[in-house]
């Protein structure tokens, strides 16, 4: 049985958790809200191996790869903030026979 261990030593970063909430004004405009559900602490790594456009420019794109115990309230639609940036979340996995999971985010190049 192949089973990665996982110190909890290693979950010495802060992140946010944040759900966006969505509705619509009277003239019909889209108004997000962004809400903190939980702060937790995680095991961050930082990969900037893509790249994307932004006002024209080439810009290098921040990808997370986090390890923290499992929220069970936190979905693929939810956001992370970390280190003053935001990330949309595009993955959540479990990890086998353990109380922990595999978060993978990437960088929102603009604030709305």
């Given at each position: ?8 030593g ?11 909430y ?11 809200d962004?809400?903190p559900?939980a702060?937790r602490?995680?095991?961050?790594d930082?990969d900037?191996s893509?790249e994307?456009?932004?006002?024209g420019?080439v810009?290098?794109v921040h ?5 923290m ?12 903030e970390?280190?003053?940036?935001r ?8 990890v086998?026979?353990?109380p ?13």
């Amino acid at each position: 049985m192949n089973v990665e261990f996982i110190n909890p030593g290693d979950l010495n970063r802060r992140i946010t958790i944040i759900r966006p909430y969505r509705s619509y004004g009277a003239e019909g405009q889209e108004i997000v809200d962004r809400r903190p559900i939980a702060e937790r602490w995680a095991s961050v790594d930082i990969d900037a191996s893509d790249e994307d456009l932004e006002d024209g420019n080439v810009r290098s794109v921040h990808w997370l790869d986090i390890t923290m115990y499992q929220l069970p309230i936190m979905m693929t639609g939810d956001e992370l903030e970390f280190e003053g940036r935001r990330y949309n979340i595009t993955s959540i996995n479990e990890v086998r026979l353990t109380p922990f999971i595999k978060v993978r985010a990437r960088e929102v190049l603009r604030y709305d």
